[in-house]
């Protein structure tokens, strides 16, 4: 269900804008997407955007965010609220005097010193973002997914922003990364980043920062080529095809459980598929041995063998598992492909679906 816009500004976020604009900080109107972070001004780089054109778009669809654009800052944004993890960051680049909780973690702000490190890459579940094409959302907004984002420790503009201090080790970023190498490159800091943005948006503002920092000339480097490489990978996130090894997702079509749960061993058959897609699914139409005993040995099943064949079978007559090669003695073992439910052309589009269950009595 959709959220209807809230009916007025609040006093106390209309006066925070005010106040950031006053002090020099780009602030601009945000309430696009589904969970009201997207920028509602088309054009919000470049020259800071004037008051008017910051509230006016909030009044009108009732927006209760709005984002400080890090010209001149950087935020270390954590995408959870770990007390260990926010004391090794102030240990590592120096303390912040200024923290915004955020829905799922906690910004942290200093400014831009000009290096800017891959602290994903180490493995942190935090982004560095600066510079005047990335934008965070400012304090005492309210999402339109209800996130709040309460001011934790000291206040943009009135606490002296220390510089994000130098990082040492060898994961610095590199400066001026060689032409041939900046396309590529960037495609895969986009596969990195895609899973923990909240929209392709976001992900090309992220891409533009490194592309900045990354390039020696990145004005060769155009915007539509980062929004292609965007569109690209927020693509692949929605089709599910990210793979992280065990830092993944298991995608599972909604029709596979319209068509087990029902069933008296529907719930054998959705953990087998479940497995099956967990070891195969990420690599569509290869065929796979399926031995129970192998299975069992692997610690992958805790079915009985009676319980492990039916549910085989029922993915199956479902058509969710087909047999790709029958097994030959001494030459060829017996090898099962996946395969998903599809809608047919129909006004509910289940007629398929529910064909299938009704021929079993459910």
């Known amino acids: 269900m959709t959220a209807l816009p809230k009916p007025a500004l609040p006093d106390a976020i209309r006066n925070e804008v005010v106040r950031l604009k006053g002090a020099g900080f ?60 926010v004391a090794a960051l102030e240990s590592r680049f120096g303390p912040s ?13 200093y400014r831009a010193s000009g290096t800017t490190p891959n602290l994903r890459g180490e493995g942190l579940p935090v982004d560095v973002k600066s510079g005047g094409r990335a934008y965070v959302v400012g304090p005492l907004s309210e999402r339109r997914d209800g996130g709040l984002y309460v001011p934790a420790k000291g206040a943009l503009g009135l606490d002296a922003l220390p510089p994000l201090r130098a990082p040492t080790g060898p994961l610095a970023r590199p400066a001026n990364l060689p032409e041939g190498q900046r396309h590529a490159t960037l495609v895969k800091e986009a596969i990195r980043m895609v899973e923990y943005v909240d929209s392709a948006a976001e992900l090309t503002a992220n891409l533009c920062g490194l592309r900045d920092d990354l390039c020696g000339n990145p004005a060769t480097m155009p915007d539509s080529e980062l929004q292609g490489i965007s569109a690209w990978a927020w693509k692949r996130r929605l089709d599910g095809k990210i793979y992280r090894g ?33 070891k195969h699914g ?15 040995t692997a610690g992958l099943t805790v079915l009985s063998r009676p319980r492990f064949l039916a549910a085989r079978r029922t993915l199956e007559s479902a058509g969710l598992l087909r ?17 998903r439910l599809r809608c047919a052309d129909d006004d509910d589009g289940v007629t398929a679906l529910r064909t299938w269950t009704e021929s079993r009595g459910v």
């Open 323 to 339: 047999l790709a090669e029958t097994h030959r003695a001494g030459s060829r073992a017996q090898t099962f492909v996946l395969t």
């Open 246 to 278: 065990r830092d993944s997702d298991v995608r599972l079509n909604r029709l596979a459980l319209d068509a087990l749960l029902p069933l008296p061993n529907g719930p054998d058959a959705l953990a087998l598929l479940l497995t099956l897609i967990d």
């Open 282 to 296: 990420h690599l569509p139409g290869r065929g796979f041995a399926l031995s129970f005993q192998g299975m069992r």
């Open 97 to 109: 005097p200024v923290h915004v909780k955020t829905p799922r973690g906690r910004h942290l702000y």
């Open 26 to 85: 780009p602030v601009l109107p945000l309430g696009g997407g589904p969970d009201g972070k997207t920028p509602l001004a088309r054009l919000w780089t470049g020259q800071a955007l004037p008051l008017a054109q910051v509230l006016a778009p909030m009044h009108r669809s009732g927006s209760r965010a709005f984002g400080v654009r890090l010209d001149g800052l950087a935020v270390l944004d954590c995408d959870t609220d770990d007390p260990a993890l």
